[in-house]
């Protein structure tokens, strides 16, 4: 195996995700992984239960409300610390965690009213955490701009080094390529090098981010104009102008289909070209999928189980010596 076959392995596995042997669909790393989970269980409180919502005013300042129960209810990254959980309730008049509760399910009854039901309201706020997420990781990547991070690696920059990398992946030539782009096989080996390093190295995925984006970006396949859809969703936060390129059932038939097949020990991209795909229309869809499922998988909860399990069952139906120990999916 030559040295791109390696990096090519290495990157398409850990950046496209839909490209690793077991096939997996994943968003681009910068993206949060979808919530298609039930939302959880929720009772509505009688009319004679105490209703507070304390300093908050949920149905004109959602953003507020959002902001302080993701700082009071979860910790690390874009969570809470005791200090700031101390300054909220200070701020908000809440005078213990009992209290919190309260002002909790009473901000969420307005807000349930506001948007016609609990599971509207909750994939609401689910949105609004993906765009904080979002922009998140657009500081990251600002931050590590500014501080040189993506600087050319022997002349070749990131989105240079990834767009060439998303040709050779939809089946260029990979001399013809490189000797169009004036780069000589060995500056070639030495940059590519450089660019694993460092993207493996960042901790904070900046690097992964804009690699993924500019990998998409540079997308010839079937649903080039899907995913360029779903690049500007993502960093918009908001739904896709375009229409879904495949149901959920086509889409988790593919998603089985290839992982049974692999357990089996059949290759991966032959699977996909026997369903009329490739690696790069794979890598695509997967990535519109998981966006869309991210943005309704409250909504659509039961629609999403309904066909992963049904494409579950077509797949073992026509695998039967495949165990299911053998097959790990995650979407």
């Not at 990254?77 to 209290?99: N, P």
């Not at 990535?287 to 039961?302: I, K, S």
Request: glycine letters at 8%.
């Amino acid at each position: 195996m030559g040295f791109f076959d390696k990096l090519k392995g290495k990157v398409t596995g850990a950046v496209a995700g839909a490209v690793t042997p077991q096939a997996q669909a994943q968003a681009p790393a910068a993206a949060p992984p979808p919530v298609h989970q039930a939302p959880p269980a929720v009772t509505e409180a009688p009319d004679d239960d105490p209703f507070d919502t304390a300093g908050f005013d949920p149905g004109n300042d959602e953003d507020a409300y959002w902001s302080a129960q993701r700082q009071m209810e979860t910790d690390g990254e874009g969570g809470g610390t005791d200090a700031s959980r101390a300054e909220i309730m200070q701020r908000y008049g809440i005078r213990d965690r009992s209290h919190w509760r309260l002002v909790k399910e009473s901000c969420d009854q307005v807000l349930s009213k506001k948007y016609g039901s609990f599971e509207a309201m909750y994939q609401q706020f689910t949105n609004w955490h993906m765009g904080q997420m979002q922009k998140a990781q657009q500081a990251k990547v600002a931050s590590m701009t500014k501080a040189g991070g993506f600087e050319p690696a022997d002349g070749i920059t990131l989105e240079r080094w990834a767009a060439i990398n998303a040709a050779m992946a939809a089946g260029a030539n990979m001399q013809d390529l490189l000797k169009g782009a004036g780069i000589d096989p060995a500056r070639w080996e030495r940059a590519s090098a450089v660019w694993l390093d460092r993207m493996t190295k960042d901790t904070t995925f900046a690097v992964a981010t804009v690699y993924g984006n500019a990998f998409q970006a540079a997308s010839q396949g079937k649903y080039a104009a899907n995913v360029k859809d779903a690049m500007a969703a993502r960093a918009e936060n908001r739904d896709l102008a375009l229409a879904l390129p495949a149901t959920y059932d086509q889409f988790f038939d593919i998603l089985f289909e290839q992982s049974f097949a692999f357990a089996a020990g059949k290759d991966p991209q032959e699977t996909l070209k026997g369903m009329g795909l490739s690696v790069v229309d794979w890598t695509d869809l997967g990535n519109v999928m998981g966006y869309h499922m991210n943005r309704y998988g409250v909504r659509d909860h039961a629609q999403i189980t309904a066909a992963s399990n049904a494409a579950e069952a077509r797949a073992k139906a026509k695998w039967p010596a495949v165990s299911a120990a053998d097959i790990d999916i995650k979407f």
